[in-house]
């Protein structure tokens, strides 16, 4: 997704300046097209600040359609998670810091409701249709249109996004019930719309920080290349049942690029009679099951190998994850995206579940169950705590496929269940 973003910052930076026509205050209004995609916006002066008259409909990764429906993106513009909607705006604007909103919501009040602008606000900037509970006045040609809110709530409520900085993105709102503007709580990972300003003068400092950005992430990924160019693949011969497996060394750690298939007493296919993703085993038994001269790794060991990585898709074996999770939603990269550079091929194992009873004679008998296959896995790790990753954060405890490092707790065991996970082995 970093990389992404990075490409579609350069492309706004790089792209061709378009010149407005001034517009008149107060309902007057002009064109802009976007160079990027063609796409014709209207455009509203009001005070001295002029905006587009329309939503951004510009189509990007981490954007998407209410519904999937194209004809939404046609009416209410595209939702844009806040890390795309700071880079979204073409060359010649921006989104709006919170001062900017502030500037539009109480030019537009007036003197009506100076010391409290929103209601007044936001009466005034609502399109004259399209509101299923109460239309506004657009006095200024602002028509703002209900475009939901995370890929819900489409007529009803709109929310747009302010550039408040790296840390502390912030949504402005138009509630369907009420007429109101107003700070909503700070939210990130959510879905918006927006809505771009056209620089000023003194947007001159803005610019060469995002060029600052832009810099940063370049950097970034060129580091990330030259750490993957000295990955060092192998294999190794384990003597105890003859088996292969494919090994890797990524800085200063070597892994088994398999999950281990050592086949002993404490350990089962996860619902696969060939076990071609390698066996899962009981906490006990994982604790010892590494070959001579393997080890189970610790949980220091898989926040370095995580650290070195910086957590990237591309630990993930290609072509069998699948996604676990609404996609049109969430800004995830897809299963298509993993590409497995480092040679890890991290496996959706799941996990299993052993249970054990005693039936009318007294003897004991175990049943297993399996869950996560394909979409997720568990490793051991050798404080008997566990380390997963998953196709994204569905529930599940991980997030955007990063690793959840769980910091050597216990395995929380659950009376007669004992859980089954994979093992991966890491080189002494």
Same mark, same amino acid.
């Given at each position: 997704m970093k990389k992404q973003l990075a490409k579609l910052a350069l492309t706004a930076a790089l792209g061709l300046?378009?010149?407005?026509?001034a517009c008149e205050e107060k309902g007057g209004g002009s064109t802009f097209t976007d160079s990027r995609d063609g796409k014709e916006y209207k455009t509203v002066k009001i005070g001295e600040q002029v905006w587009m008259a329309e939503n951004l409909n510009y189509d990007v990764k981490c954007s998407?359609?209410?519904?999937?429906?194209?004809a939404n993106c046609g009416k209410y513009g595209?939702?844009?998670d806040w890390g795309t909607a700071r880079r979204a705006c073409p060359k010649g604007w921006h989104l709006p810091s919170n001062e900017e909103w502030d500037i539009l919501y109480k030019f537009v009040a007036g003197v009506e409701n100076t010391e409290s602008p929103s209601e007044?606000?936001?009466?005034?900037l609502k399109a004259k249709s399209g509101w299923n509970n109460g239309n506004g006045e657009d006095k200024y040609g602002f028509s703002a249109l209900p475009g939901g809110v995370e890929f819900s709530h489409v007529g009803d409520s709109a929310r747009w996004w302010s550039d408040y900085g790296s840390y502390n993105p912030y949504g402005r709102i138009t509630q369907?019930?009420?007429?109101?503007?107003?700070?909503?709580?700070?939210?990130?990972?959510?879905? /918006?719309?927006?809505?771009?300003?056209?620089?000023? =003068?003194?947007?001159?400092? *803005? &610019?060469?920080?995002m060029a600052k950005e832009i810099e940063a992430e370049m950097a970034k990924e060129a580091a990330a290349k030259s750490k993957r160019e000295k990955v060092k693949k192998g294999t190794f011969t384990d003597a105890r049942d003859g088996k292969k497996y494919k090994t890797v060394q990524l800085d200063k750690q070597t892994w088994m690029a398999e999950n281990l298939n050592y086949k002993v007493e404490g350990s089962v296919c996860s619902g696969n009679a060939d076990c071609e993703w390698g066996r899962l085993y009981?906490?006990?038994?994982?604790?010892?099951?590494?070959?001579?001269?393997?080890?189970?790794?610790?949980?220091?060991?898989?926040?370095?190998?995580?650290? /070195?990585?910086?957590?990237?898709?591309?630990?993930? =074996?290609?072509?069998?994850? *699948? &996604?676990?999770g609404d996609f049109a939603s969430r800004c995830l990269d897809t299963v298509e995206d993993f590409t497995d550079d480092y040679g890890f091929s991290a496996l959706p194992i799941g996990w299993g579940i052993r249970e054990n009873s005693t039936d009318e004679d007294g003897d004991s008998n175990s049943s297993y169950s399996f869950g996560g296959s394909g979409v997720g896995g568990n490793w051991w790790n050798s404080a008997g705590?566990?380390?997963?990753?998953?196709?994204?954060?569905?529930?599940?405890?991980?997030?955007?496929?990063?690793?959840?490092?769980?910091?050597?707790?216990?395995?929380?065991?659950?009376?007669?269940k004992t859980y089954l996970l994979g093992v991966r082995c890491v080189q002494n």
């Open positions: 300046a378009i010149t407005l026509t998407g359609c209410y519904d999937k429906d194209p595209r939702l844009y007044t606000a936001a009466k005034y369907y019930h009420y007429n109101d503007a107003y700070w909503p709580s700070p939210e990130g990972d959510l879905y /918006f719309s927006v809505r771009c300003l056209q620089n000023g =003068a003194d947007y001159a400092a *803005k &610019e060469a920080e009981d906490k006990e038994t994982a604790m010892k099951v590494c070959p001579n001269g393997w080890h189970l790794p610790s949980g220091k060991e898989w926040k370095t190998l995580f650290e /070195f990585t910086d957590g990237d898709n591309n630990l993930k =074996a290609k072509g069998i994850w *699948k &996604e676990n705590s566990y380390e997963s990753i998953y196709g994204n954060d569905g529930g599940w405890g991980g997030s955007e496929f990063e690793w959840s490092y769980w910091g050597g707790e216990e395995r929380p065991e659950d009376g007669n």
